[in-house]
């Protein structure tokens, strides 16, 4: 008799637990498609402000010298936006009249990736005695915005 209550109690035991993970399991897949859903939510609103300021930047960078090449989105935590800008000609001045302008209205990400351009531009004299030029510019939107520049060989290019 005491052997039959045991394995009563032992099953009625195994069956709360049962439920009880039945439960969780439950609320975590509800849990997971609120994640799933603001997840989305973020990464349209990121994707979304930054081609507004992608397009804010283009006829400034446009300006300074430079074209966008193509915008790259990954989906990542948080997402990101990189821009790939190449130069269309010798920016030095233009970026450094830009930046000097007190009536230009740049807004404070505008300013930044000028700003970030130009210290960039400052670099090649340096790489320019190694035999490097700078073939391309990969402009992350995120805050601070980044730069990460591209080198080309002399060689490469059959340049003296």
């Known amino acids: 008799m005491a052997m039959n209550r045991w394995k009563d109690k032992l ?8 439920g009880l993970s039945q439960g969780v399991s439950v609320k975590a897949r509800e849990l997971g498609g609120q ?6 939510t973020r990464m349209q609103g990121t994707l979304d402000g930054a081609l507004r300021e992608i397009e804010n930047l283009r006829p400034i960078l446009n300006q300074a ?4 090449g193509d915008i790259m989105f990954s989906i990542t935590i948080p997402p990101q936006v990189r821009v790939t800008l190449r130069k269309f000609e ?6 450094n009249a830009l930046l000097a302008d007190p ?4 807004n404070d990400t505008q300013r930044t990736v000028l700003n970030l351009l130009a210290k960039a531009n ?6 320019s005695k190694h035999g490097y030029l700078f073939s391309e510019f990969d402009l992350t939107m995120s805050l601070p915005p980044q730069l990460s520049i591209h080198l080309v060989s002399k060689r490469a290019l059959n340049l003296p």
Not at 103 to 106: C, I, K, P, V, Y
Not at 122 to 127: A, I, M, N
């Open 65 to 68: 010298g430079f074209v966008i």
């Open 103 to 106: 009536d230009n209205e740049l």
């Open 11 to 18: 099953k009625e035991t195994a069956d709360q637990a049962k």
């Open 35 to 40: 994640i799933v859903q603001e997840s989305k």
């Open 90 to 95: 010798e920016c030095a001045e233009q970026l």
């Open 122 to 127: 400052s670099l090649s004299e340096v790489t």
